[in-house]
């Protein structure tokens, strides 16, 4: 008798999906509701490629989530197909900054992308000078003969990471070209990340700016009606589940990404359990497991002096305290410190770990003036209620459990 596979029962049931792929960040729909202002832009700019002229180089700004990654996409492959159908070789490069974050390790990714098969030598993953990286990467552009777009996603983590010299050699790239032309985009999170740029640097890669505006809630359910008509099977959507996915992602600054995550997980929620319709306590699970994916790991990974003083900022709101002040957690954490024998590092370099904290989304410190007393942060908790810090802290560094055991003696599953 043989045994029956394991995947059997599960090919079987039947699935409240249609295509999953459609709701994914990375699926490339043929319309993007709300951004025909910034496609309109992108694309008067990048039409002078058609012509073989240089278009200007952009920056667009905007928070996660705004559709500036979608929308460059998608004007890029719509310019590449009328490129074909003109003539005029017309190409994208797109490079994420956050994966591929050296000033080498770029060159070397967009020079292999134009590598012609049997004819030129693959650039190596490091070993080469710049200089002569940079020689390849012109010398076959020229090769190519045509107009090169390159994208630059979050740049703002390159420029923080490595400084500006590949913007300066990029920006600089049509000089060194004969009878090919280059432009580059560049796509950031952060409206300040230039402040960290050359003013040449600066000045030529500003030529355009375009500003992504959040999405409103009622923009995210348009957007999810199109996605889902297309991945979902019909009627499988329980009354209220796309209106309560967009309104809570609007409260995450308009992130359609959350929004399209929050519908997929949902409706991965609903099939796992075998219901037939997704319901919004199908969506209450789903924020909670994309919280807790997104935040858990960062928590635990915290170094050790930050996580004494992320767990001072709990213990001060498990008493009961709001709006903390920089004093208060100082003072738990220089006593969390004694605790365990370990030296407290002064009060100016706990505000700066409280600065990272703030930029990690784990806490919000607001800067507040006290008049001829001068200014404070006013600290709270972003941690959800639903996920429980201080059991991940104390997983992945033994040496704090007494602390917590000290300062929640009423919990006894830490005792």
């Known amino acids: 008798m043989s045994i029956p596979n394991i995947f059997d029962d599960l090919l079987s049931r039947k699935s409240l999906f249609k295509n999953k ?14 951004r025909d202002e910034e496609i309109n832009k992108i694309s008067y700019n990048l039409v002078e490629a058609l012509y073989g002229h240089i278009p200007s180089n952009m920056t667009l700004y905007g928070v996660t989530g705004a559709g500036k990654t979608a929308v460059t996409s998608y004007v890029c492959q719509h310019l590449e197909e009328k490129g074909r159908e003109k003539g005029r070789n017309v190409e994208t490069i797109m490079v994420n900054c956050r994966q591929i974050d050296t000033q080498y390790r770029v060159l070397t990714f967009i020079g292999n992308s134009l590598l012609e098969e049997h004819e030129d030598e693959e650039i190596p993953f490091t070993g080469w000078p710049t200089d002569r990286v940079m020689k390849e990467l012109v010398k076959r552009m020229d090769k190519r003969s045509g107009v090169f777009i390159i994208v ?7 420029v923080r990471k490595a400084g500006d010299d590949l913007l300066y050699n990029l920006t600089n790239i049509n000089s060194m070209l004969k009878v090919s032309r280059a432009c580059v985009i560049g ?16 000045s030529r890669l500003g030529q355009l700016d375009i500003l992504f505006k959040p999405y409103d809630a009622q923009q995210l359910q348009d957007i999810l009606r199109q996605r889902s008509d297309a991945a979902l099977v019909e009627g499988v959507l329980g009354a209220g589940v796309i209106e309560l996915c967009s309104a809570l992602a609007a409260q995450e600054h308009g992130d359609a990404r959350c929004a399209l995550d929050l519908l997929r997980i ?18 209450r699970t789903a924020q909670h497991q994309i919280e807790s994916d997104q935040i858990a790991p960062v928590i635990s990974s915290l170094p050790t002096q930050q996580k004494l003083v992320l767990a001072s900022i709990l213990i001060n709101e498990h008493t009961g305290l709001k709006n903390i002040q920089t004093g208060e957690v100082y003072e738990i954490y220089r006593q969390a410190c004694k605790h365990i024998r370990q030296s407290p590092l002064t009060q100016r370099r706990i505000s700066g770990i409280i600065q990272n904290l703030d930029m990690l989304g784990l806490i919000t410190a607001r800067t507040i003036s006290r008049g001829r007393y001068g ?30 055991e000290h300062s929640y003696n009423h919990q006894s599953r830490l005792a």
């Not at 796509?187 to 600066?202: A, H, M």
């Not at 796992?272 to 306590?281: K, R, T, Y």
């Open 187 to 202: 796509i950031s999170n952060d409206l300040k990340f230039t402040d960290f740029l050359d003013p040449r640097v600066k």
């Open 266 to 283: 949902s409706t991965e929620k609903a099939e796992f359990a075998g219901d037939e319709i997704v319901l919004s306590h199908h969506v």
């Open 21 to 34: 792929e459609i709701l994914r960040h990375d699926h490339s729909p043929r319309r993007l509701p709300h």
């Open 375 to 404: 200014r404070t942060k006013e600290i709270t908790s972003s941690i959800p209620k639903n996920l429980e810090a201080i059991p991940l802290m104390v997983e992945s560094e033994e040496d704090l459990k007494p602390i917590f």
């Open 152 to 158: 630059l996603d979050e740049i703002d983590h390159l």
